[in-house]
């Protein structure tokens, strides 16, 4: 079966969780498949683990277009390569366009992979402008044609209902994302840690990701009021989705700074090594996104045998099993699809009672960490998702060919 997973990250270029999904599904589903991935940007290796890789960039000529029609343009691109495939697989709304519309052109099934929902993520208008109303197009047209629907957590497959309901719910599969616990593994050595400022051997609370809405930094920066002085904060943070939002989580961090010692504010995307080594010698690490698919980022932690403390929201509950892993926050949340907490004072306080309840007893924190690391390795396989993604392609080569008759 010759699969096209068409995908806007791919190595070496990952800036989230879609990203690492697709390189780790395509590791594993090389040596099963005729595995060929269309990926934007640069060129890149042509070969990963077996899988034949392909690289697109928007024209020159839409170098000022709105980043909504500069995706569009770089999907077109592809089209004409897709021919051959048996199954096309596109992942987030980035490809969903080459997806559907190789769908039409080359009469294959097209599977979808859902990790967020445009209708669930509105502040990607301050980001987009008239692109969300794009963005918003093109998943919805794309969700309601596709043959197959993958939802990487259960939570997820009920937000697709509530976003889309006339996409037939039968064609959604769940099919939870996983981490490569080879890879995120325990480094309990200390010179990264210490090379940035983070003392071994103090408490500390780790958060990683995007400054984004939808992982609830500012929320976390709040709680963080609330720690034990001796208590280090370290924000290992991407770059802010935008000016104003950066404007908002800085001043939060100054304010912080100005109270208590220990916040280390690590702005880049750091190599796997040094975030292994972050991860691991922290006391727990910190989720408090308010919009969250499934959460890779709470995976990787507990691979390397940290407690999570996250909000219960999204597929985050179907990985952080609370009071054995960690503990879940309970999120109460606005229904106009912002995801704002209900109460934000209630939510705020409510994370901080849970930080502090997992740092006053280090012992139970340890021993949290070591059963995420158990659970991680038993329920979140690679190379069991292979397999039941494969079936998801059968199941839509199914459906197609009775739409066909």
């Known amino acids: 079966m010759r699969t096209d997973i068409i995908t806007k990250e791919f190595p070496p270029t990952i ?15 090389a040596p099963k498949l005729d595995l060929h991935v269309r990926a934007f940007g640069d060129p890149r290796p042509e070969d990963y683990h077996g899988a ?10 839409f170098d000022a277009a709105n980043g909504a029609v500069q995706t569009m343009a770089t999907d077109l691109l592809m089209l004409d ?38 209708p669930l993520r509105p502040w990607k208008a301050e980001q987009l ?3 969300y109303a794009l963005s918003s197009w093109v998943e919805s047209t794309a969700y309601h044609a596709a043959d197959a629907i993958i939802a990487v957590s259960d939570g997820m497959r009920q937000d697709i ?13 769940v099919v939870h994302n996983g981490v490569d616990t080879e890879t995120w593994k325990p480094d309990t050595g200390t010179d990264v840690v210490k090379s940035y400022g983070i003392d071994p051997e103090k408490p500390s609370v780790v958060f990683v990701g995007r400054i984004t809405r939808q992982k609830g930094v ?54 796997r090594r040094e975030l292994l080594q972050v991860l691991t010698n922290a006391t727990v690490f910190a989720c408090p996104s308010i919009y969250e698919p499934l959460g890779i980022v709470n995976l990787e932690a507990m691979a390397c045998g940290t407690a999570v403390v996250a909000s219960a929201t999204g597929g985050i509950p179907e990985v952080v099993v ?46 949290m960490g070591e059963a995420g690391r158990k659970r991680a390795i038993e329920s ?9 993604t494969i079936e998801v392609y059968r199941a839509a080569q199914a459906r197609f060919a009775d739409r066909q008759k």
């Open 81 to 118: 390569d897709l021919a051959g495939a048996d199954v096309i697989h596109s992942h987030t709304w980035y490809a969903n366009l080459a997806g559907h519309l190789g769908s039409l052109m080359h009469g294959v099934p097209h599977v979808i992979s859902a990790h967020s929902l445009e």
């Open 322 to 367: 609370d009071g054995e892993t960690g503990y879940l926050v309970p999120l109460e949340q606005v229904q106009d699809g912002t995801g704002t907490p209900l109460d934000e004072a209630e939510f705020v306080a409510t994370f901080a009672a849970a930080l502090n309840k997992a740092l006053a007893d280090p012992a139970r924190a340890q021993e």
């Open 218 to 271: 500012p929320y976390l920066l709040q709680a963080a009021r609330e720690l034990a002085p001796e208590v280090q904060l370290v924000l290992c943070a991407g770059a802010a989705d935008t000016p104003e939002l950066a404007a908002h989580v800085n001043g939060l961090i100054e304010e912080l700074k100005s109270t208590r010692e220990g916040v280390v504010v690590i702005e880049k995307m750091m190599p």
């Open 52 to 61: 034949k890789v392909s690289s697109y960039s928007a024209p020159a000529e």
């Open 129 to 131: 402008a008239g692109g």
């Open 380 to 388: 979140f396989s690679w190379d069991a998702i292979a397999d039941q």
């Open 161 to 173: 209902e509530r976003a889309y309901p006339t996409v037939d719910a039968s064609k959604i599969h």
């Open 15 to 29: 800036y989230g969780g879609a990203g690492v999904h697709v390189a780790e599904l395509s590791r594993v589903l």
